[in-house]
DNA sequence: GTGATACTGAAGCTGATGCTTAACCATGCA
DNA sequence: TGCATGGTTAAGCATCAGCTTCAGTATCAC
């Protein structure tokens, strides 16, 4: 499980639109920093940034071999934030079929509801 | 489909450990501002603030009844960002499988594999 | 060794973000 | 009518995020 600070670092990284197009781009397979860069509307430090920071999070791994340092994707940590996202949202619904099911029996018994604030 | 901006401002919305506090206490159930606030160390505009972007961000409503504002969590897009994310897992491994299945070709006959780079 | 390629480090600028306080408005209630 | 409650607005401030440029270092090809 990826503990609350972790979490709170893939969730920024996502943040932003550059850093989740180099995911989207990695998704796609490994590439290169420079490779990475050359797409993308700014200096090479930028990206290099990002990926510091996507590393950081765990999100993005990389290996240096010669003088090319290869970035990939991390899937566990990408699976971990769906899982969160994924958790609150079936809670929530969890919830509202509760409060049908309540609400059913309601329409044949009689009393009242304390709806759901 | 949530377009590109409306998942920005999602993600955005995600990348705050506060904002996502008061999603996962939405999670639970329908919410007044007050009472969102109240576990909360900072001012009620601040709260305030935290939830204007939410709402903007489309993960969260409101409405107001009386002089009470009652927040509530928007599953669907929960669900939209939940399914960008899985969407870049789900390629990624699907990339993997493939890679998978054409070393296991490999071993039965012979060439170069050009890898994932 | 020389030059090109690929990356790295550091410093600095600018606008966005997250907060604060100090008002203020609207509703509920005695 | 007056006071408490719940929310809202506006202004200001400190910090941070994302970018830039400039100046490296390491590797590779010749």
Redesign the pocket.
């Known amino acids: 499980m990826l503990n609350h600070a972790a979490l709170d670092r893939a969730f920024?990284a996502l943040?932003?639109p550059?850093r989740r197009a180099i995911v989207e781009r990695l998704s796609h397979g490994a590439r290169?920093?420079?490779?990475l860069?050359r797409p993308l509307?700014?200096?090479?430090?930028?990206v290099?940034?990002?990926l510091a920071?996507l590393e950081r999070s765990g999100l993005v791994t990389s290996a240096?071999?010669?003088?090319?340092?290869?970035c990939r994707i991390e899937p566990k940590a990408l699976s971990q934030v769906e899982a969160w996202i994924h958790a609150r949202r079936a809670e929530w619904e969890r919830r509202l079929d509760r409060l049908g099911d309540y609400l059913s029996e309601l329409q044949a018994g009689g009393g009242d509801v304390g709806a759901d604030g």
């Open positions: 920024q943040a932003d550059t290169s920093v420079s490779d860069a509307a700014m200096s090479l430090p930028a290099m940034q990002h920071l240096k071999v010669g003088r090319v340092r290869t």
